[in-house]
């Protein structure tokens, strides 16, 4: 149980497109989902928290007009790296919270890597 | 400030030669603490949920315990498909606000 699906894995795009990553909770609903992104041998960094039919709180120095997050559901969040450039590239990681008890575990998904040329 | 610090920062460890990876919090308000597997170029894979001092749980080769101030896992025997990045995480307050510690890469050689 508590499985993460994220697509695409990987994607390689022109610097300026648009880039759409899904992230999608398969056998449970999830009224939280995070959006992190990891850079070479570091720790996750928190960009965003998303919660269903509300806006995404986003931590600060992250610009949310660059990158849009949408959860539009209780299984799906949608991240979208609007005018890609080089420096966006980077590995792009989702997770589901499931609730159990009185703390929230986090699933992830297998990760994004976006490479912007 | 909520804190999260793991030790080592990398271990290399000889295949079956036993050891513990260590996991130190300084917050308020601990709601649960979580300990995650990552394999490179993959995202975090859950091991356990633990919530208050005194607590363990095991899983194959890996057992987690945890104290008022940090956390332990340790492996027993370990081969080398236990190489990975160890990462402890601590959900405070409460909202669903969690912090992450910076890792353990551990190789386990043959």
């Known amino acids: 149980g508590a499985v993460v699906s994220q697509h695409p894995s990987r994607v390689i795009c022109k610097s300026g497109t648009s880039v759409k990553i899904e992230c999608r909770s398969l056998?449970?609903?999830?009224?939280?989902m995070f959006w992190y992104r990891q850079f070479p041998k570091q720790s996750l960094m928190l960009m965003a928290t998303?919660?269903?039919?509300?806006?995404?709180?986003?931590e600060q120095g992250v610009e949310k007009d660059k990158f849009l997050i949408n959860h539009a559901s209780l299984t799906l969040s949608t991240l979208t790296v609007t005018s890609a450039h080089p420096e966006d590239s980077s590995f792009y990681i989702c997770?589901?919270?499931?609730?159990?008890?009185?703390?929230?575990?986090?699933?992830f998904g297998p990760g994004t890597r976006l490479t912007v040329l | 400030e909520d804190q999260v610090t793991q030790s080592p920062e990398a271990l290399r460890l000889q295949e079956g030669e036993s050891s513990s990876l260590n996991c130190s919090y300084t917050?308020?308000?601990?709601?649960?603490l979580f300990w995650y597997r990552q394999d490179p170029g993959k995202g975090p894979e859950f091991l356990f949920t633990?919530?208050?001092a005194g607590e363990e749980k095991e899983k194959e080769r890996l057992k987690a315990t945890l104290t008022k101030k940090e956390s332990f896992l340790h492996i027993t025997a370990p081969k080398p498909e236990d190489s990975a990045t160890y990462l402890c995480?601590?959900?405070?307050?409460?909202?669903?606000?969690?912090?992450f510690g910076p890792g353990t890469r551990l190789s386990v050689l043959p």
């Open positions: 995480a601590v959900q405070v307050g409460y909202g669903q606000n969690f912090v």
């Open positions: 917050v308020s308000g601990l709601r649960g």
């Open positions: 056998d449970f609903q999830a009224t939280t």
């Open positions: 998303s919660n269903e039919g509300s806006k995404a709180t986003y």
């Open positions: 997770s589901a919270a499931s609730r159990q008890g009185y703390t929230d575990t986090q699933y």
């Open positions: 633990l919530y208050s």
